[in-house]
């Protein structure tokens, strides 16, 4: 079993709509959770990134970590073609210091 | 204020020759990744520099891979020799400290070994 599972995709949404990503994990030990934003071609971006628990908004982006089901999100609000990228997890625990990606979704927003 | 540079952007080597990548962190940014991105899959850490020592190079094929940071600023990556199966993006990034979950990658350099 990896220790972050993600869907890779491709998911595919109309302009406008509310994008929902996913990871689970199996590590316990996590306690940063981050979400980058990869072009084709272009290195990753980071998007936002929570510790712990939690709830965390940033305009349209908005993370959420559940620690108790070890799954985290990343929603979307109010789609636009410009968010067609993937979007990669990342996790990292405060006893080392590697951080963990998940394979990344491939978004495509629809004009 | 200027990102991460790599170079070169593209590479195409035959098997068993070897290859080196160049990396110039953000200034001030103590700590400097080198990541392996295989098509389809997620970033794989290669080895974590803090300064110029290395904090973590668990990952890293030592074998064929190695890695410098000289005066804890440039970086160098090498593969000797390269096989088939290293075809990827090697992607550099770096963050203000070592436990820093804000790192800031470069566009990476995209290696094809034939």
């Known amino acids: 079993q990896k220790e972050v599972e993600q869907d890779p995709g491709p998911l595919s949404v109309p302009e406008g709509a509310i994008v929902s990503l996913n990871c689970t994990y199996s590590?316990?030990?996590?306690?940063?959770f981050m979400w980058y934003r990869q072009y084709s071609r272009k290195g990753p971006e980071l998007l936002m990134y929570?510790?712990?628990?939690g709830n965390k908004e940033d305009g349209r982006f908005t993370a959420q970590v559940d620690k108790s089901s070890k799954y985290i999100s990343l929603f979307i609000r109010d789609s636009q073609p410009s968010d067609s990228a993937t979007y990669l997890c990342a996790m990292q625990n405060t006893g080392g210091f590697k951080t963990i990606f998940g394979a990344g979704t491939r978004l495509f927003v629809k004009a | 204020e200027a990102g991460v540079a790599q170079s070169p952007r593209y590479k195409i080597i035959e098997k068993r020759q070897s290859v080196a990548f160049w990396c110039n962190p953000i200034?001030?940014?103590?700590?400097l990744y080198w990541y392996q991105q295989i098509l389809g899959q997620g970033p794989k850490l290669l080895i974590q520099?803090?300064?110029?020592?290395?904090?973590?190079d668990s990952q890293l094929p030592k074998d064929r891979f190695s890695a410098e940071r000289l005066k804890g600023v440039d970086s160098t990556l090498k593969i000797q020799p390269a096989k088939l199966e290293d075809s990827a993006v090697y992607l550099c990034a770096s963050s203000l400290v070592v436990r820093d979950a804000e790192a800031f990658f470069g566009q990476g350099t995209r290696l094809t070994v034939v």
């Open positions: 590590n316990s030990a996590f306690q940063y």
């Open positions: 929570t510790y712990s628990s």
């Open positions: 520099f803090q300064n110029n020592g290395v904090v973590d």
């Open positions: 200034s001030g940014h103590a700590t």
